[in-house]
Every structure is written in structure tokens, then in C-alpha cells.
């Protein structure tokens, strides 16, 4: 990749990151998650994805899939970069005049299914996967899940199936944070060996640190990986990335924060000295 | 003309069309060699199955699904309520040996909340055809609609001939200022023994055919609630959420005292066996329904 090219990203994405902080005001927002998944949305909407704001209803065009659902800042904040929506929209947030909640709806331009039950949306994307094998189309079908989400049998249920139809359309980006909602993924229900794991469903499986852009473009780009099996990238994420006052914190899944607690969060993804947090998480959504 | 050949004809006539199964394929044997890659089996998994099936509608078709009824509507009951509902999409759930039809299988098999589960679902229609002709009348339409139904599949051959299918409507077989059974699904064939019963002992005897249990014929329940001294809702389904529950809040919304005789499983599984002993031991034969009718008109 081009220092040029690594540097819009990298600006993007901090543009992102911002959008993402902001949300935590007017009501909270599912912050750690939306941190750890940034590079991931980033890339694939700015480099990889056929997807544009003029392009939705193209039948030939590619698909992003959010099943996690709680990281919807990170998409939202996205797709208010590119142009799909206004960035005022975002101040909307949780404002029932607008359609901007804590989990997809795919009445904002951009986001192509709601979710929020977790487990749905590698079923819904094979469909989409299914449909375009079906035409011949070319269109690439990418999932996002969680790690926690990966304690849902119709993930796995979803894979066996997909696979049996050779779906190599499609691809699952796991943002694996290590955490669950409250706890550590390995302290709860153990994941690893994840790769083992997707590769014993059928699946070819890739596992790259998902905060590297030139890692995530190599791995996209091998894509198809075979000529018959669904694709798995595991992308190994920080939950909370860019705020080292909220990294990896198994309380900073849900937070709310005062106006002087943003401004100081945005100095500190800035790499100014930490935020200093009071509020309490909110660790009941 | 049976069930499997007028979804090959509609589907070979229009693209759109997608047949899936969960691995039940009673009702779809011939499609693999005659619809090719437009029939998508996806092994036993519910989930997945209307999970794609939301997926397929989200590209422009038209999913037909097929299962056997309790674990379509139930296992993947989630996935039904939020991938299909909440897009609203025209997906059609073919639930196969609902109701008593599941005989002798057990109470893992028994669909009788289905009715119930499927109507709280918003824009969900549901389908409930009396047997294999009413219901070839019926799946054109609900086919070709644009909202997500159920059909509570009953492909058994019935000795009537129904009238055609009218969107919405029930089929009123007769009108009765004694009494009126509603009916729908696989008892109608009971129903119709029973009203030729208790015309016998001299009654007038209405028989509504309700064929969608949602949209519902409201009009056609309030006229028989206005002419008949009762009402009996006579079903293969738990009385919770059902047609008893379906008139129940018809006629407290048109504020209209009436008296309505319910005949529904109330609180447990049936006893499973072969249909005719199911139906002798739960008291559902044509007989014990007159028998029951006439006693609680006895009482009124």
C-alpha cells in the first residue's frame, strides 16, 4: 500500500473514531466495540467494497453486512464520511425524529440489513451470496461478527451450509476484541483455537492484526481464497482502540459520557494526555 | 393438479421463485431434477433456511419455504420474527403436518401454537386451507402477494368442492340462526359431518370455512355472531391465541355480546396415534363434535 494511500486511511479513520466519541453523547453509545472494528469498516468501505452512495440499487454492486450490531457508530460514522448521510445526522442519535439507534436499520442509505440478534446476519448474507452464484454475478458478500457472537450456533450452522454450497462469494471478518459484552471471551465460553475452529466448518481461514491496513488489503485482496469454500478472516482488534484510557476494559462496553469528558477523549485520540472518566459505565444495555 | 405440481408451474413460470427446504421434502420431492439450482436445501437448519430465504427476498425473490410446521415456526421462530418480519419480506412458510396432522409423532411434533405465534408477527398473514383442493385455490394468491405469509399445510383430499378463493374472505358454507362453527384447517371435513349431524335433530346450522386466519373476515364472523344463538370455534390448535382468541377480540372490538363455544386443546399436547384414533380419544370426530354442541346449547 502507498504511504498516500495509508495516510487517507489512517485519517479516515481517526475522522471516524471522532464520530464515534461523539456518539457516546445524548444517550451512550456501544463505544468499545465500535473502536476495535474501525479499520476494518474503513477499509472496506474506502478500498475494497464496490459500494457507493449512487450505487445502492445496482444488482451487481457489493454487500457489508453488520451482524454485531453494537458497532454501528463505526458504520454510521463511515458512511457520514463518504457521503451516504448527512454528519449532522449523527447528533440524531437516539432522537426518535430520526432513524439513527443503538443497532443497524436499514433505513440509513448504507446499511444494507438491521441486526442486533446476533447469529442472523451469516444466514441472511449467504442468501445474498446464494443469489448472486445463482446469476453468475461477481458481487463479494462480506459479514462482520463479533467474537462473542461466535457463541450463537447458527454462525456455525450457517457455515456448514454455506459451505456445502461452495459459497466462496462470501466472507467472514470476525473483529475478535476479546471481548464478550461484560468479560473476556476466553474467560467466558473459550473461543481458540478459532482458525482450527472455522477451518473443521469448511472454511479457508486467514488471521491478520485488524488494525493494519496493509495487512487487512493483503488478506482482501486473496480473496476469493479457494475456488469452493466460504472465506474467514480473523481479525485480531483492541476493543476500545485509540483511547488507551478505555482499552481492553471489560466496563467500557456501554458508555455515556459528559461533554467535558468527549472534548478530553478527543484529545486523547489526538495523543494528548488520557481523558480523566467519572462518568459510570452503563454495562446494562 | 397436487401441491408440489402447482409450485413447479409457478416457479418454472417465473424466476423469482426459490423452493427451500430444511430437509423435508415431502411435499417437494420432484423439485431437485426439475428446478435445478432454484431448489436450495439446506439440510436440518430452520435458522439458516430463513435466514437465507430473508437474504434471497432482499435481491428481489420470492422464497418458498418448506418444514415440518413445528420446528418452521418455532426453532426458527426468531429469525422468522426479525430477518423476515421486520423487512417485511414475501417470504412464504409452507408448514408441513400441522396441528393433528402430525398424528402419531409426539408432542415434539405438534404445531398448535402455530396459528398463535405466527399472527403476533406484524404483516404476517396466515393461511389455513381446509384440505388439497381449498388449498390449490388458496397458494396462487398467497404466492403472489407481496407480504410474508404462513400456510399451515394441509394437502389431505377432502370430499368438498370448495368455491373459489376470494382475498380475505372466508367461505360460508351455510348460514344458521341456531348455531355457526367456525372452522378452519384439516377439521373442516369433521365440521361439515357435524353440521349435517345436528340438521338432523332439526337445527339450522351455519359453517364458515375461515381459510385466512389473519387477514380475517371480520365482516363474515359478525354477521354469524348477529344471526346465531352460538358460536363455536372449532380447531386442531391450543384455544390460547388461536380462533377462539381470534373472535374473542372481534367481537369485544364491535362491543357485541355473543355466545362463542370454543373446541380447541386447552392447556396440554394431544395423545398421539394414527389421525382417526387422535380424533376419537381428543373427542374432535364429527360425532363427539355435535354431542358437545348440543349439550352446551342444552346449557344456554
Known amino acids: 500500500m502507498t504511504k498516500d494511500k495509508l495516510s487517507g486511511l489512517q485519517d479516515l479513520a481517526l475522522k471516524v473514531r471522532e464520530h464515534i466519541i ?30 457507493d452512495s449512487s450505487n445502492l440499487q445496482h444488482p451487481e454492486r457489493d454487500y457489508l453486512f453488520l451482524s454485531k450490531g453494537h458497532d454501528v457508530p463505526a458504520l454510521y460514522g463511515t458512511l457520514a464520511e463518504l457521503g451516504f448521510i448527512e454528519k ?106 478459532l482458525v482450527d475452529k472455522f477451518t473443521a466448518f469448511g472454511c479457508a481461514v486467514k ?79 | 393438479m397436487n401441491y408440489e405440481e402447482l409450485l413447479l408451474q409457478t416457479a418454472l413460470s417465473d424466476e ?61 421462530f426468531e429469525f422468522i420474527r426479525t430477518d423476515v418480519g421486520i423487512a417485511h419480506l ?72 370448495h368455491a373459489p378463493y376470494d382475498p380475505g374472505k372466508a367461505e360460508i358454507i351455510s348460514r344458521g340462526d341456531d348455531i355457526t362453527i367456525l372452522v378452519y384447517g384439516f377439521l373442516f371435513e369433521q365440521a361439515l359431518i357435524a353440521k349435517s349431524l345436528l340438521e338432523e335433530k332439526g337445527l339450522s346450522v351455519g359453517l364458515i370455512n375461515l381459510r385466512s386466519l389473519k387477514p380475517v373476515d371480520t365482516d363474515a364472523i359478525i354477521q354469524a355472531a348477529n344471526q346465531s344463538h352460538l358460536l363455536v370455534t372449532l380447531e386442531d390448535h391450543l384455544q390460547t391465541g388461536g380462533l377462539y382468541s381470534i373472535v374473542a377480540e372481534i367481537l369485544l372490538q364491535h362491543k357485541h355480546r355473543s355466545r362463542v363455544f370454543p373446541l380447541a386443546l386447552t392447556e396440554r399436547w394431544f395423545r398421539p396415534g394414527l389421525l382417526s384414533e387422535v380424533l376419537e380419544y381428543e373427542g374432535f370426530t364429527a360425532n363427539a363434535i355435535a354431542e358437545k354442541v348440543m349439550l352446551q346449547l342444552q346449557m344456554i
Open chain 2, 90 to 161: 414475501p417470504v412464504k412458510l409452507s408448514g408441513f403436518i400441522p396441528g393433528f396432522l402430525s398424528d402419531g409423532n409426539g408432542p415434539t411434533h405438534q404445531a398448535i401454537e402455530d396459528v398463535s405465534i405466527m399472527r403476533t408477527i406484524p404483516g404476517m398473514e396466515v393461511y389455513c386451507p381446509a384440505d388439497e383442493d381449498d388449498l390449490l385455490r388458496m397458494m396462487p394468491f398467497v404466492w403472489q402477494s407481496p407480504e410474508p405469509a404462513y400456510v399451515r399445510i394441509n394437502h389431505k383430499k377432502g370430499s368438498y368442492t
Open chain 1, 22 to 51: 461523539e456518539m457516546t453523547a445524548g444517550g451512550g453509545c456501544f463505544i468499545g466495540a465500535s473502536l476495535s472494528c474501525v479499520e476494518l469498516m474503513v477499509y472496506l468501505y474506502a478500498e475494497y467494497l464496490n459500494i
Open chain 1, 88 to 193: 449532522a445526522r449523527l447528533k440524531q442519535h437516539l432522537l426518535a425524529s430520526d432513524s439513527i439507534y443503538w443497532h443497524p436499520n436499514r433505513a440509513i442509505p448504507g446499511v444494507e440489513f438491521h441486526s442486533g440478534s446476533l447469529g442472523h446476519l451469516p444466514a441472511v448474507a449467504a442468501g445474498v451470496a446464494m443469489d448472486c452464484k445463482l446469476k453468475g454475478l461477481q458481487n463479494r458478500v462480506v459479514v462482520i461478527t463479533g467474537d462473542g457472537e461466535l457463541n450463537e450456533g447458527s454462525v456455525w450452522e450457517s457455515l456448514l451450509v454455506a459451505n456445502a454450497y461452495g459459497l466462496n462469494n462470501l466472507t467472514i471478518l470476525v473483529d475478535r476484541n476479546q471481548f464478550q459484552a461484560n468479560i473476556r471471551t476466553e474467560e467466558l465460553i473459550p473461543l481458540e483455537p
Open chain 2, 16 to 76: 423469482r421463485y426459490i423452493v427451500m427446504t430444511a430437509e423435508n421434502r415431502a411435499l417437494v420431492r420432484s423439485m431437485p431434477q426439475k428446478l435445478g439450482n432454484r431448489f436450495i436445501d439446506t439440510g436440518i437448519t430452520e435458522q439458516t433456511m430463513i435466514g437465507m430465504a430473508a437474504g434471497l427476498a432482499l435481491r428481489g425473490r420470492i422464497p418458498v419455504v418448506h418444514a415440518l410446521a413445528p420446528f418452521l415456526t418455532m426453532r426458527a
Open chain 1, 207 to 285: 488471521r491478520i492484526n485488524g488494525h493494519d491496513f496493509d495487512a487487512l488489503e493483503e488478506a482482501f485482496l486473496g480473496i476469493p481464497f479457494t475456488s469452493d469454500r466460504v472465506n474467514v478472516i480473523i481479525a485480531d482488534t483492541v476493543r476500545g482502540k485509540g483511547l488507551p484510557s478505555i482499552e481492553a476494559r471489560a466496563d467500557r462496553w456501554f458508555c455515556a459520557f459528559s461533554a467535558t469528558e468527549i472534548s478530553q477523549l478527543l484529545e486523547e485520540l489526538h495523543g494528548n494526555k488520557e481523558a480523566r472518566i467519572e462518568s459510570e459505565s452503563l454495562i446494562v444495555r
